[in-house]
């Protein structure tokens, strides 16, 4: 139930994640926006200000270890605690144990793991001892402490965000976890950086995870004379899947995006679902499509269904939401929808002619008619002179100039009347209608 601070054991029986827990702030790895040089966080621990703290974040981010480092740094007793394993007289036991600490001058750090399982007259029982300060809990939660904590507790409780370590930052880890002596550094480990990268991809931020996998394949490589060779094969085995021709941040990152936009470009959403597939398993960033597949709908279908771009900003929050593999579905039923809509350019054609004007017109002057007028000096230099409100006309148009007189006449919105945009078509058609009947009146 409880753990007091002997840390950091290190004997060989150890799994690879035990034995290469960081030791301190500058071993550990991620969380750059709490720990890193004069972040809250790191000038909390450095200062021996802690006070009781939620770490709320996805699995094998560093909760536990983050708050064993603040113990050992503050110099406290660490007591692990669990909420799926102890009950009310577990609680009491460990309050009494804290409270005696408390008399002789000691602090206790108590973490709980998975509080969001406590009840909530267990999580009560904690309070008086929290505000008498004879505890500071750490709680950990992947769950949203504002809805799993209750409102008292909550309260008395700082709530630190951690989140999922980055591809590059896992990669760095499993580089240490093979060359440092607590890890396979007294072994010779021939393993490349690409396969490295690939571990990393397929442990989806969780740095358990990822060196669980790494002490796998290395357990599991061949062995000659002199080391031990990691090899692909290796590496498929001990994920359960396929290792995938991708490079995140070379050509074939480029040539899968290309692969999946064309294919809904095409209308085909076998293909697109199919693209989408490749660069999912082989551990490309969900956040990374949804945005790709966000700026599709504007790219390339645009006002032919609006609601496109709905849709596709849903399937993003869905993915940051839930992760993966869960965003999965979303992210197929937003690909599927793009490839089957009716598709149009206009708004890309659009923005790309206008472009090229503003660039070459960067200080062709706002025309006065439509230039604010918060002053009294702007009002009598004619700023706002002659504007038209709009809402106060009988068809709500008005004939006023809103270009440059250098662009006057210009068109750069051409609507197309393939879906829904035919309608718009029909609208700028009537407006155009208009003004060309009232500038003949004039």
């Known amino acids: 139930m409880s753990e007091q601070s002997t840390f950091f054991e290190n004997t060989s029986t150890q799994p690879l994640a035990a034995r290469l827990r960081p030791q301190n702030l500058d071993e550990f790895f991620g969380q750059k926006h709490l720990l890193g040089e004069g972040k809250i966080l790191r000038r909390l621990i450095e200062g021996d200000k802690i006070s009781s703290m939620i770490f709320w974040g996805p699995p094998g981010v560093g909760k536990t270890t983050l708050a064993r480092i603040i113990a050992k740094k503050t110099q406290a007793n660490f007591i692990d605690f669990s909420a799926v394993t102890s009950g009310i007289k577990e609680i009491k036991q460990v309050m009494e144990q804290a409270e005696n600490n408390r008399r002789f001058g000691e602090k206790t750090i108590l973490f709980i793991d998975e509080i969001h399982r406590f009840n909530k007259a267990q999580q009560d029982a904690f309070l008086p001892y929290v505000e008498k300060g004879s505890i500071i809990l750490i709680g950990a939660t992947t769950e949203n402490p504002s ?167 849903a399937a993003y929050q869905a993915c940051h939401f839930i992760g993966m593999p869960e965003c999965s579905v979303h992210l197929t039923q937003a690909v599927v929808y793009m490839s089957l809509v009716p598709k149009s350019n206009s708004l890309y054609v659009a923005y790309g002619k206008a472009k090229k004007d503003a660039l070459k017109m960067l200080a062709e002057p706002v025309p006065l008619v439509i230039r604010n007028a918060p002053t009294k000096l702007m009002k009598e230099l004619d700023y706002g002179k002659g504007y038209q409100y709009a809402h106060d006309a009988k068809d709500k148009l008005t004939d006023m100039q809103c270009l440059p007189d250098s662009l006057l006449g210009t068109e750069y919105y051409f609507p197309s009347e393939d879906g829904m945009e035919y309608k718009f078509k029909e609208r700028l058609n009537e407006i155009k209608k208009w003004k060309l009947e009232n500038a003949k009146k004039r």
């Not at 700082?158 to 007294?186: I, M, P, Y």
């Not at 790494?214 to 498929?236: H, R, W």
């Not at 470009?265 to 082989?282: F, K, T």
Request: proline share 2%; charged share 25%.
């Open 147 to 313: 809805f799993e904590v209750n409102g008292a507790l909550l309260s008395r409780c700082k709530v630190f965000v951690l989140q999922a370590l980055k591809t590059e930052e896992l990669t760095e880890l499993l580089a240490r976890a093979v060359s440092d002596n607590r890890g396979f550094g007294g072994q010779n480990v021939d393993i490349s950086q690409d396969l490295l990268e690939t571990i990393a991809n397929f442990a989806n931020g969780d740095a358990r995870n990822a060196l669980s996998t790494l002490e796998m394949a290395i357990l599991n490589g061949d062995i000659s004379a002199d080391k031990i060779t990691v090899t692909k094969e290796t590496i498929e085995q001990c994920t359960s899947k396929k290792s995938l021709l991708y490079d995140k941040n070379g050509e074939e990152h480029y040539n899968l995006i290309s692969a999946l936009h064309k294919s809904m470009r095409n209308s085909d959403p076998d293909a697109a679902v199919y693209w989408l597939a490749r660069m999912l398993e082989a551990g490309e960033d969900p956040i990374y499509i949804a945005r790709r597949i966000t700026r599709f709908a504007s790219e390339d279908i645009g006002l032919a269904d609006p609601r496109a771009l709905e849709i596709s900003v």
